[in-house]
C-alpha cells in the first residue's frame, strides 16, 4: 500500500505514522524525521535544512524532492511506504505523481487528520520535546505556512479520489482505529 499521511503540525501524523506503517509492515518516511537525523549529524544535507527548520519554513523544493526520490528508490519501499510531511505544496506533489506515475506505482490513499488550530498549539505547546522549532511564534508561523501551501493538497487529493480525512480528536487507538477501518486493512 502507497499511502500520504497529511494534517497540521501537532495533528499527531508522526505518532499514527509509526504506528500505522507497523501494522501495514512498510516503511514510515518522515521527510521532518530526516531532515532532523541529518541536522544532527551535521552533514551537508543537515546544514541546508537548518536554517528553514529553525525558522519553521519549507526546506527548498529541490534539496526535499532529491531526498524522497532517493529514498523511494530505496528496495523497502518497492511494496509500499507512508510519507509523512511529504508532499508539502502542490509542486511537491505533482514531482511525486510524475514520478510515481512512471513507475505505474500510483498512490493508494491519502489520509487527512483533521485538528483545529488551537488543539493543535495546545498539544505542540505541551508536549515538551525541546525541539527547537516548538515555541509559540514558530508553531504559530508553521501553521500559517501548512494552511497557504499544504491545505491546498486536501483539494488536489480529493479532486483525484484518494483523499480519506479522519478526525484527530480522539485518544491514540481511537484514531488509529479510524484510520486502519477506512484503509479497509
Ligand atoms: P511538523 O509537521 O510538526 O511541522 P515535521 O517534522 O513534519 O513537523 O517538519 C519539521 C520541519 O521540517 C518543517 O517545518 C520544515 O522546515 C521541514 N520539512 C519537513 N518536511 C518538509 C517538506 N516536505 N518540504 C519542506 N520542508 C519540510
Redesign the pocket.
Known sequence: MRLVLVG???AG??TQAAVIAQSLAIPHI????I??ANVGQGTPLGLQ?KE??D???????EV?NAM?ADRLAEPDAVAGFLL??????LG?ADVLSQQLDASKTPLDVVVELVVDTEHVVQR?LSRGQGRA?DTEEIIRH?LE??ASETEPLVDYYRERGVLRAIDGVGSVDEVTDRILSVLKV
Do not use: H
Open positions: 497540521p503540525p501537532g501524523k508522526g518522515s521527510t521532518g524525521d531532515f532532523r535544512a528553514y527548520m525558522a519553521g519554513t519549507l526546506v527548498p523544493d526535499t524522497v509523512d510531511g511529504y508532499p508539502r505544496n511537491q505542540l522549532d508553521r505556512v501548512y
